[in-house]
T-cell receptor, first 116, second 112 residues
């Protein structure tokens, strides 16, 4: 069964460093998402992406975050200058349609980011 | 804004016990409702969904009914197994949008 994959599974970085989290969505999907879960808190929406553009973003997704689909298979989340509060589990998701009652998002296993 | 509230965990049950995990939501209009499950070391997997009032979603012995009048989508299973041990997330999505809004997650442990 097709699945979303994410690398790395764990990332440790120093405050102020840039990190890039990578995702390979399901191959025929066109809509991509990032969510995060700070330890002990809810899973929160960050951004959705379609046709090489951000289609929706949350208040969390400020200027230090960016997303990109650099080739036909990868979808990346970049954090330019990490802060301690960016420590969280980051989930990538993809779907074959962007909205509507039949839309289902499929999630990857997550990348646990620790900022020291 | 939209929100989802789940019963507080963790929940510990013996094998073959009846499971209920409560979920209520706040949203305008008629959102779609979901239960996702996360097994240890894995991503969020869709367990079941319901897209309109009075719909019942079901999968792997789990079921949940979309109750508009009580704004609820409680997850139930008649007889849990050890393999059901996982974290369960309730979520909603507006029909016109793409973002999922999640509840806190409920850790379920089933003992033999």
């Amino acid at each position: 069964e097709p699945e979303v994959t994410q690398t790395p599974s764990h990332q440790v970085t120093q405050m102020g460093q840039e990190v890039i989290l990578r995702c390979v969505p399901i191959s025929n999907h066109l809509y991509f998402y990032w969510y995060r879960q700070i330890l002990g808190q809810k899973v929160e929406f960050l951004v959705s992406f379609y046709n090489n553009e951000i289609s929706e973003k949350s208040e969390i997704f400020d200027d230090q975050f960016s997303v990109e689909r650099p080739d036909g298979s990868n979808f990346t989340l970049k954090i330019r200058s990490t802060k301690l509060e960016d420590s969280a589990m980051y989930f990538c998701a993809s779907s074959d349609r962007g909205s509507g009652r039949q839309e289902t998002q499929y999630f990857g296993p997550g990348t646990r980011l620790l900022v020291l | 804004g939209d929100s989802v509230t789940q019963m507080e965990g963790p929940v510990t049950l013996s094998e073959e016990a009846f499971l209920t995990i409560n979920c209520t939501y706040t949203a305008t209009g008629y959102p779609s409702l979901f239960w996702y499950v996360q097994y240890p070391g894995e991503g969020l997997q869709l367990l079941l969904k319901a897209t309109k009032a009075d719909d019942k979603g079901s999968n792997k012995g789990f079921e949940a009914t979309y109750r508009k009048e009580t704004t609820s989508f409680h997850l139930e299973k008649g007889s849990v197994q050890v393999s059901d041990s996982a974290v369960y997330f309730c979520a909603l999505r507006k029909t016109s949008g793409s973002r999922l809004t999640f509840g806190e997650g409920t850790q379920l442990t089933v003992n033999p």
